[in-house]
């Protein structure tokens, strides 16, 4: 299934809300882009970085949670829907040490839901979905994995 791609209104819509929450500005979480149906988040080391000199395992969680945060958000602006959107739960595997720029990607974790989900969400006031995340090095391995389950709540 071929996803619908955001505009570059979309995705400054998208960096302008995480810039304006103080933890994710502190950790200079920048919208890489958007590709293939999945959403690109990146922050640099520096930020994030622990006792070790790689990044630290909450900044990785942070990027992957934002990245599936962001794209079901995007969705839903897309699909002109106001909602609220949450994280309800997740599950993370850390496997390489990073040290470079942190790079995330989410999408979800059966594309052909989206549509479902959406229609729910009109339906119901309520739907939640299942995203995959990962952070990979410059090389293309992975760093870590996140799968985790979002809410959208409808407003008023």
Do not use: C
Not at 60 to 87: E, F, H, K, P
Not at 131 to 144: D, H, K, P, Y
């Amino acid at each position: 299934m071929l996803l619908p791609e955001p505009s570059a209104d979309d995705l400054r819509q998208l960096q302008d809300h995480l810039s304006a929450m103080p933890p994710v500005a502190a950790m200079g979480i920048r919208v890489a882009r958007y590709e293939d149906g999945a959403l690109f988040l990146q922050a640099p080391l520096a930020a994030n970085v622990n006792d070790k000199d790689n990044a630290f395992g909450g900044s990785l969680a942070s990027l992957m949670t934002l990245a599936g945060w962001g794209w079901v958000s995007l969705q839903l602006r897309m699909a002109g829907i106001g909602a609220d959107v949450y994280v309800a739960d997740s599950q993370l595997r850390y496997l390489k040490p990073v040290y470079e720029t942190l790079q995330a990607d989410a999408a979800p974790a059966l594309p052909a839901e989206r549509d479902a989900f959406l229609a729910t969400l009109r339906q119901r006031g309520r739907a939640r979905l299942g995203l995959a995340g990962q952070v990979r090095l410059a090389s293309g391995e992975i760093a870590a994995t996140f799968a985790g389950r979002f809410v959208a709540i409808a407003k008023g």
